[in-house]
């Protein structure tokens, strides 16, 4: 449903409340896109937004009880720190959505939205002793999952769900089954202890890396959060010429029932790491790296090699286990680097990420073909204040992975395919990224009103899909084109005393679906959430 109020495709958890006494736990996109427009504006103080989720200190920290901003008098932060135990509910959240035609979402965590009718719910708890945090917030959906034509893959039986394009390559379905599908989610849930500079922790909470708002290269709130543990920084640790915040992961990756890989092969090992270094002198700006792992989940368990994957060399022509591990040709390595500035009082941002989905060979392959195997996302946001109550933004985002012209001359896949965990870059059936980096090219472009009653947004999104295997064995060109979808969507937020109203409307016109004919498809949504 994108970012509608507390929507459970991304995560971030704070004991922040209205202004009734009660203390509650907001877990969702909608307070994180409002936290940033807030640092954009210069109303919250400058932090890295790179490493995400966000702690409940860093939520509080963020939400500075001296600003004066739209929703001032719907959240406010605990009054002092203080050393007992404080202790509150998620806010409980229901949502139904629709599509009339096909599939059609994204950003909505463990929520798949089918053909016809979709339900999720939201509840849980969380609770803050001193350097300790815990939230449980699981997520239930069940989804209609109506029937719709499917594009051929030269499969029958289970598999003839799978991907189009590369049913044996890449774990994403067209459609999970021929009948409802439901799942319940451990969701956006975590336990963490902030002991210093240093965190430390056990999650199923999305992960967002990088600055993207809609299309990260390496990972965000698309599919559903994975289990796993961390270690990293609890806030930005100064060493005079910058601060440096960043966090490494380890977790376990699944597979759905469409999947061509066998059932002991359907666990893999993520290790992952992301880092930012804000320069001295300069704390608008934030630069950084992601390097995120695949590899085997072997019946012998995970090794410290493996362990220690995102800190190993960039070029595989130095890795000594290359020719002596056999699982040293199946992991697959996607790794990035951003940047993010934010101009204080300027109210304006810009953004981007480049990413790789492989190591390079050596240093030659590094300088002379840094578009291999690439994709990029570039974005900007303007924020103007119309009152001390009153936002307007608009955001601009273009995001592209398509197959170059390299493919003459080398072999070359599209972003999130892999040959040897043949999963591809996903979780569960979904992508960790952006499905429009899978596709080969998106962008989207929005204008928001915040005021204190809520929000409104309108927003056109644009992405296709290429038609690359013609293209990725040498021919030059696509035979069919693209298969493209553009999107129309306004969205509202309304607070009406203890409740939240959300709701949106969108118009996706797939133009030369599977290559062939158009068609149109209605999504509409409805969530509403309520304190207690």
């Known amino acids: 449903m994108g970012a509608l109020a507390l929507a459970p495709g991304a995560s971030l958890g704070a004991q922040v ?13 909608e307070l994180e896109d409002y936290l940033r427009l807030l640092q954009v504006t210069g109303d919250a103080g400058l932090y890295p937004w790179s490493v995400r989720s966000f702690s409940p200190g860093e939520v ?36 139904v959505e629709y599509n009339t035609a096909f599939p059609y979402g994204a950003n909505d965590g463990a929520v798949w939205s089918g053909r016809g009718a ?95 708002r809609y299309n990260p290269v390496i990972l965000g709130g698309n599919a559903p959060g994975f289990v796993h543990a961390f270690a990293g920084t609890s806030r930005p640790v100064d060493l005079w010429v910058g601060k440096v915040h960043g966090r490494l992961v380890w ?3 699944e597979q759905s029932e469409y999947s061509g890989m066998p059932s002991d092969s359907s666990r893999r090992l993520m290790s992952g790491l992301v880092a930012t ?13 992601t390097r995120f792992f695949h590899a085997p989940w072997t019946a012998d368990g995970v090794d410290r090699a493996d362990l220690l994957l995102p800190l190993q060399g960039f070029l595989k022509v ?53 578009d291999h195997q690439s994709a990029y996302t570039l974005g900007l946001s303007k ?51 952006s499905p429009a980096i899978y596709g080969g090219a998106g962008s989207t472009l929005a204008a928001e009103y915040y005021q204190p009653g809520g929000r409104w947004s309108i927003s056109w999104d644009r ?23 553009h999107t129309l969507r306004a969205e509202v937020l309304r607070f009406v005393g203890r409740w939240e109203l959300a709701g949106e409307l969108a118009g996706v016109y797939n133009r030369r679906r599977y290559f062939d004919s158009n068609v149109f498809n209605l999504n509409a949504g409805l969530s509403v959430s309520s304190s207690f």
């Open 17 to 29: 409340r209205p202004t009734d006494p009660r203390n509650e736990t907001f877990v969702g996109s």
């Open 60 to 95: 509080e920290r963020l939400l500075a009880p001296e600003s004066v901003h739209p929703w001032g008098g719907r959240f406010a932060v605990p009054s002092g720190p203080g050393s007992g135990l404080r202790a509150g509910l998620v806010r409980p959240r229901v949502g």
């Open 118 to 212: 979709t339900v999720s719910l939201q509840a849980g708890f969380s609770a803050v002793l001193g350097p300790l945090s815990v939230t449980v917030a699981p997520v239930a959906f069940w989804a209609e999952n109506r029937e719709f034509d499917l594009q051929a893959n030269g499969y029958e039986g289970r598999l003839a769900f799978a991907d189009a394009r590369w049913p044996d390559l890449v774990d994403s379905p067209q459609r999970f089954g021929d009948g409802t599908y439901a799942r319940i989610d451990p969701g956006q849930s975590t336990v963490r202890a902030d002991l210093g500079p240093v965190a430390l922790g056990v999650s199923s909470a999305n992960q967002q890396w990088g600055p993207a």
């Open 251 to 253: 977790g376990r990756l």
């Open 277 to 289: 270094f804000t320069p001295r002198g300069l704390p608008g700006l934030e630069v950084g790296l």
């Open 318 to 370: 130095g890795l000594d286990d290359r020719d002596d591990n056999e699982d040293a040709e199946v992991r697959n390595q996607l790794a990035s680097l951003f940047f993010r500035a934010v101009l204080p009082g300027s109210g304006f941002e810009v953004y981007g990420e480049y990413g790789r989905d492989d190591h390079n060979w050596d240093f030659r392959d590094f300088v002379l073909e840094p």
């Open 383 to 433: 924020v103007w204040e119309r009152s001390g109550t009153e936002r307007v933004a608009v955001h601009g985002e273009v995001t592209n992975s398509q197959v170059t012209h390299l493919s003459r001359v080398r072999p070359e896949g599209s972003f999130y395919y892999h040959t040897g965990l043949r999963q591809g870059h996903t979780h569960r059936g979904q992508f960790l990224g």
């Open 463 to 485: 992405a296709l899909r290429q038609d690359d295997a013609p293209i990725m064995w040498g021919y030059g060109s696509s035979s069919q084109g693209v298969d493209s979808y």
